[in-house]
């Protein structure tokens, strides 16, 4: 299936894009989320389209994110997976999906959230990223151990 | 060979608790080699106040034949200039062959073991580990008991106090179970209460001392800060009720032994220290095996 076909079969919401990619699958209401987690701001350069809350056989409803001119790189895949562990990766060239993933949970992510813990070395001036590992209870940070249970999108940074 | 480091009781398997505490116990009967660490350098890196923990850190390497150095007060190094412990780890780690650290900030020693080109051992980090002590905790306890089918009570600020967490988290790879008793909004967090019980370990929480004495093996007794109340006169109410008291004992099993992380305030009665539970002291000394042993493990 191509990312027209999905386009059609959502009545269209947003339009295709000729080079990209496409986050189709997120969890509904994730999408902003999944832009804060790939650092797409209001200053950063790509074209952005996200479609919410859009009906799906599947789940329900679900999110799309189509980000132009910009392919995903694995690391930057697999952190959707910790808010949106459904969603699926498209690579869009010359308006054709060229690669088609999944995400997959990462064991240990860095320098995407910061450690809630105020007193913990990592929050201070140091020369270091944050450091967590993806656990069944949560995201335990290397330095002190914390958790962070639910909430994630709160601590990104 | 990698660079060995000791920053959490976590860290260990059970195996590895028990053969440190082997050593501990041969070197306590002067079994060892007095020049074991001969002509090695120790820096000691606290950033907060010690008493016990630097000194028997201090005499442990001394008593392997070898030295240390130290800063002397964190105003006097160059942290109070505003150097990293990042840096200040790189360069320490060109004067010594281990260095031991107390920082008061969370993970201090995990950072500085990534940092250092000698061995890191964590003299405690804020309100997170402090592995020696644990080794020592449970020594002290081997040393009355075989640590296997036992109660251990845990009282007083379960929290905040990292010696009660390393204890706990220690303790869940032994046949342990645990009681505790703290005051309210001092409880143990539900992470570690999680993390335990998914080990396998029971825990009963229990609302009153006089309600636990007789059930347990080992009575770990923890300072409760009066900062951590919101008044002067909620504080005296809890530790008083909290009190352990040579009247309270003779509820206790005989062979209890009681243990304190030291300083008391008002936990324990002084009565109680001539009473043959009492282990606090003990425990207090068997800190320089114990930390013999590690510095050997990391140092040889």
């Known amino acids: 299936m191509t990312h027209t076909e999905a386009g ?7 339009r295709r894009i000729r080079n990209g990619t496409v986050i189709d699958h997120i969890e509904g209401g994730e999408a902003l989320n999944v832009v804060k987690i790939l650092g797409i701001t209001g200053t950063t350069q790509e074209a952005l389209s996200i479609a919410t809350n859009v009906p799906s056989r599947n789940m329900g409803r679900k999110d799309i994110v189509k980000l132009t001119n910009r392919e995903l790189s694995k690391e930057e895949v697999d952190r959707i997976a910790l808010i949106s562990p459904h969603a699926s990766i498209n690579i869009i060239r010359n308006f054709k999906v060229c690669e088609k993933k999944g995400v997959e949970i990462p064991t240990v992510i860095e320098g995407l959230v910061r450690c809630p813990n105020p007193g913990c070395i990592s929050n201070t ?12 209870t949560g995201l335990h940070c290397h330095y002190c151990d914390w958790v962070i249970a639910k909430d994630l999108t709160s601590y990104i940074l | 060979m990698a660079t060995r480091h000791i920053i959490s009781i976590k860290d260990f398997d059970r195996s590895e608790i028990d053969r440190l505490m082997d050593h501990a116990r041969q070197i306590d009967s002067k079994k060892y080699d007095r020049n074991a660490l001969s002509g090695k350098i120790l820096a000691v890196l606290f950033f907060e106040p010690s008493t016990r923990t630097r000194m028997s850190f201090e005499s442990a390497i001394a008593r392997l034949g070898g030295t240390s150095v130290s800063v002397g007060s964190v105003d006097a190094c160059s942290m109070a200039k ?10 320490v780690s060109g004067y010594a062959d281990a260095i031991v650290i107390r920082h008061p900030k969370e993970g201090a020693a995990r950072l500085a073991a990534e940092f250092a080109t000698v061995p890191v051992i ?11 002590q644990t080794l020592l905790d449970l020594y002290t306890i081997r040393q009355s008991m075989p640590i296997d089918a036992i109660d251990v009570a845990l009282v007083g600020d379960l929290r905040y106090g990292r010696t009660a967490h390393s204890l706990a988290s220690a303790l869940s ?16 967090p539900d992470t570690l209460a999680t993390e335990l019980a998914d080990k396998g370990m029971k825990i009963v929480n229990h609302d009153t001392i006089e309600e636990m004495i007789g059930l347990v093996d080992v009575l770990y007794v923890t300072r409760l800060q009066r900062e951590r109340f919101p008044d002067s006169a909620s504080y005296f109410n809890v530790a008083s009720s909290y009190r352990i008291t040579p009247e309270l004992l003779t509820e206790a099993k005989e062979h209890l032994i009681v243990l304190h992380p030291l300083p008391r305030v008002d936990e324990i009665d002084p009565r109680v220290d001539e009473s043959p539970h009492a282990r606090y002291f003990e425990q207090s000394k068997n800190g320089v095996p114990v930390r013999m042993a590690m510095l050997m493990d990391v140092m040889q």
């Open chain 1, 8 to 14: 059609e079969n959502e009545g269209l919401l947003v």
């Open chain 1, 125 to 136: 001036n140091e020369p270091i990223r944050s450091k967590f590992r993806v656990l069944p």
């Open chain 2, 82 to 91: 505003g150097e990293t412990l990042a840096d200040t780890i790189r360069v």
């Open chain 2, 122 to 132: 964590n003299a405690g980090d804020g309100a997170g580990q402090h592995p020696s």
């Open chain 2, 173 to 188: 790879l032994y046949n342990v179970r645990l009681h505790t008793l703290s005051p309210t909004g001092l409880e143990l």
